[in-house]
Structures are given as C-alpha cells and as structure tokens.
C-alpha cells in the first residue's frame, strides 16, 4: 500500500533515513572523541560567539549530514568532555553505555511517562526503579516516589511536600511565612531558592552551625529549633545533605533523624551526590539513618553514570505525594483507576529517563556502579595525601567523598595573595584546555576542587594535573613579581 509520509518525520516508511542520521551521527561522534586529547579546545566565549551568530538560522542546509558536519565544528569541537580524565572540575560523570543505547530508544519512541495512555510500560519500568531504590534507601512498602530533571528539583518537590504536609497541620495558609526550613551553609542553593519559589520568608531558611569538618552540629539544631519556635516560627522542614557539593560532607543523619522524629518536623536528605552510596559494597554505612528520612533526593546523573537527566525524589510515605495532586479531567479522569505519574509530577510532559537506569542495571548491576563510585572516593583519599606531602600545595580537610579542595601555595605566598591567585589560575588553566577544576570559597578563602567522579582518572593523571597547575602558578608569581619590580 502507498503512504505519503513526510520524509522528515520518524515513521515506518522513514526507517533508513533514521539509522543512517542515527548511524552518521554517531559515527561523526567516535571520529571527534578519537581525536580528542584534553577535555576542553582552550577557545574564548568570543570566538564561539561569533562562530554561533554567523549561522543564519532561516538559511536550512537540507540534510542531516550537512547540519551534523556544522555542528561538529560549532559544538563537538568545543565541547567540555567529562570522559577525559584530567576533566575534574563539577559533579559530571562519564556516561555508562547501556544508558546510551536506552537514549535512543527514548527520543524515537518519545513516550511521555504523564499518563498510562502515553507510556504503558514504560510507567510500570518507572515505578520498579522508585521501589528498587526506595528499598536501597530502607523504606518500607508505603514508600514512593517520582523521576526528575535533577536534584533540583527533586528539592522544590521534597519541600513542597513538607510544606503542604506542615500547612495540613495549621489549616491554614497565613502560616506560610512563619515556615522555617533548617539546613546548614554547606547545604545545596536549591534549598534557598525553594524556600523563595514556595513563597517562604526571605529569613526562612535557617542556617545550622557545622563541627569543624562541615557536618551539621545536632545540638546546635536541636538549639536552633527551639530559638525559631520561640520567635513565633513554625519548623516545616530539616535538610540532611548526604555530601555537600563542595567539601563532600554527609551530615550525621541518623542523629538528625531522631531530632525530627521527636519534635514531628519533616526530614528531607539530600543525597544528589552521596546516593551512589547506597549501591556502594564498602561505604553503605555511610548513610546509616537515611531510611528514617520523610524524603530523599537521589541524582543518577551524578554518582550512577547516567547522562543528564535522570535523578529521582523517593518519599517514605507515599500518600504525603498526593496532596500536591491537581486534576485535569482531559488527562486522567477520576474515573480512571489506571497508574498516572502525572499526579506525582510537578512536571506533565515528561521524558521516559528511567529508562537509562534500567538499562544500566540490567546491563552491568548494581554493585559495578558502587565499585566505580568507591574507586573514586578512594582516589580522592589518595590524592589528598599527595597534596599534603607537597610543599607547593596546601589542602583542606580530609575529603568524605570524591571531592578534594587544596590550592597551590608555596611558602612565599601569603594566605591573601593565595586568594587573589586562585580564582585567575582557574581561568587560566580552563583556557589552556588541558584539564578543567573547580574553584569555591569557603570561610572566606578560596580553593581549588577536584570533584572525582571518573574511575578512568588515574594517579598519574591527577600527578600532571597538579605539575599544571603549579607551573601556571610559577608562571603567575613571576608575572606578578616582574610587575613589582617595574613599579618600584
Ligand atoms: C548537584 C546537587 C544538587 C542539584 O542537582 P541538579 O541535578 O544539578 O539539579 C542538589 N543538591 C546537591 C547536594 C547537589 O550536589
């Protein structure tokens, strides 16, 4: 029978065009990545700038071929590339391959896991990953939960929860800007830009003292709960983080737990970046107490090899998701009894990520992710030691996780002239193209990070990354003393 197909669109009789695109694409993909030697090209915001306006977007080249070739030199060539192993800058993974394949079957297919009629098993794939890892967590059988975009917002939803769960109590809307969330500094900025969304108080978010490494003092919550009740606050909600973003930290949860189980105070844990320990084989204790949690928000595009996106928010008592539920009679009739995740969602149209993680998991299993999470949490305890026996560098506390803060300071740099440093031999480096790091300020001071999140990345590599970064640094002091000297 003849049908008239448009040629552009994915269909049956479009089947060639599709895996030749797919084919050419990945083919373009593997000829780039084959040649590539450094995570980033060094170019400037200018020059990309410059190379993106030129394209003149009304102007169609016609084939897939010809815009996947313009985009190798506008994109590919300047990608940052987290698979390169001196690439240890910010909480980004190389990707797990079985996820790669379960991509494109996501985008062709495109189902939309809002309601049965437009997902069907991929909904049912959805709901065994939650309960796979609500039971990794250690809740119950009234546990459930939702995939996201992100930590982010599996944050916004987690204190949405805790919000509405709090209001239930009061009655009462009015209540809103009493509602007080407790986190420490060190907590994620979603928590505050939450707290802002869900029409909190500027001061809504209490700031929790530490201990000297950075964990959440709990008597000092204990005290800090008290002192907002006195001040006419209502406590809606205490944030855990499960490693903090910058030093690693994992607040002592098991503690927290017991705070808010006595004072009936919502327990949200923030585990973006510390829930690859719960497939860990060695460091799952780690999270001891997180089953306690009212809930909890995992990333698998941080520490379980998933490309972006794919976190998830997972909730011990599932019926607390259904007072942000809003009806569309159009989507989900009442009179339908079938599974709808759109009632859980903050989102509607939603991507089938799931799938990647199921992929993964049948592929490989869950203990090859936690051995790959754990050689570099071990790594980074190697190359603090490094650090420390280094002359030329200063390093922070002993990291929890995979993140290690140091920076380069021979003994003739003073602590003040080490911070006006840095932030410039960052730069620096990131342009040279040879290997990417992080940079962040704690108590005033500003370092340098390496977040590990790459098993490939080896000792040798982050050996040269530091020959780099103290070459860059000679370099600079040089620079800076060659100045002084012309000036004086
Ligand atoms: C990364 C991170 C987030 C935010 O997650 P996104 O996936 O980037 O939105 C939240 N909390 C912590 C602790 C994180 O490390």
Redesign the pocket.
């Known amino acids: 029978m003849e049908r008239s197909d448009s040629p552009h669109l994915f269909s049956a009789s479009t089947l060639d065009v599709y895996t030749s695109g797919v084919w050419h694409a990945s083919a373009l993909l593997a000829d780039r990545v084959k040649a590539v030697r450094q995570p980033y090209s060094g170019a400037t915001v200018t020059e990309l700038q410059e190379q993106v306006d030129a394209v003149d977007l009304d102007q169609p080249l016609g084939d897939t071929g010809a815009a996947l070739h313009e985009v190798a030199r506008l994109y590919l060539d300047n990608a940052v590339w987290f698979h390169e192993p001196t690439y240890v800058a910010h909480?980004n993974c190389p990707v797990a391959l079985p996820a790669l394949s379960a991509e494109v079957l996501i985008s062709a297919v495109n189902s939309s896991v809002d309601t049965w009629d437009q997902s069907t098993a991929g909904t049912l794939i959805e709901r065994r990953l939650i309960d796979w890892t609500a039971g990794r967590i250690g809740f119950g059988p009234g546990a459930d939960g939702i995939f996201t975009?992100?930590?982010?917002?599996?944050?916004l939803q987690a204190l949405l929860l805790a919000r509405e769960e709090a209001l239930s109590v009061h009655q009462d809307r009015s209540a809103i800007p009493r509602l007080r969330i407790f986190a420490t500094t060190q907590?994620?900025f979603?928590v505050s830009k939450s707290a802002g969304i869900l029409g909190m108080s500027a001061d809504a978010v209490i700031g929790v003292a530490t201990d000297h490494t950075g964990k959440m003092d709990a008597a000092a919550l204990t005290v800090a709960i008290d002192d907002a009740r006195r001040d006419g606050g209502i406590p809606m909600a205490v944030v855990a983080?499960a490693?903090?973003?910058d030093l690693g930290r994992i607040d002592p949860v098991a503690e927290i737990a017991a705070i808010c189980e006595r004072q009936g105070i919502w327990l949200h844990v923030?585990a973006?970046?510390g829930c690859g320990l719960l497939v860990s084989t060695r460091r799952r204790h780690l999270l001891d107490g997180i089953e306690r949690a009212d809930s909890v928000?995992v990333?698998f595009?941080?520490s379980y090899f998933q490309p972006v996106?794919s976190?998830a928010i997972v909730v011990r008592r599932g019926e607390t998701m259904r007072r942000i539920a809003v009806h569309a009679d159009y989507l989900n009739p009442r009179t339908a009894a079938l599974p709808n995740q759109v009632d859980k969602s903050l989102q509607t149209t939603r991507r089938f990520d799931a799938l990647k993680l199921w992929m993964t998991l049948r592929t490989m299993g869950s203990d090859q992710i936690g051995d790959m999470f754990d050689a570099v949490v071990d790594r980074a305890h190697d190359v603090h030691t490094l650090i420390t026996a280094d002359p030329d560098f200063e390093a922070a506390a002993e990291p929890t996780l995979s993140t290690v803060l140091f920076r380069y300071r021979p003994g003739q740099l003073s602590v003040a002239e080490c911070d006006e440093l840095m932030p410039r031999l960052r730069q620096r480096l990131f342009y040279g193209g040879r290997a990417i790091v992080a940079g962040t300020t704690i108590g005033g001071h500003y370092w340098l990070k390496f977040t590990l999140l790459n098993p490939n990345t080896t000792m040798d590599n982050l050996r040269d990354v530091l020959d780099l970064i103290r070459g860059i640094g000679r370099e600079m002091t040089g620079e800076r003393d060659e100045a002084a000297a012309v000036m004086a």
Not at 149 to 155: E, L
């Open positions: 909480l975009s992100g930590g982010t917002q599996s944050n907590s994620h979603s983080t490693g903090t973003t923030d973006a970046y928000t990333d595009h941080k996106s976190s």
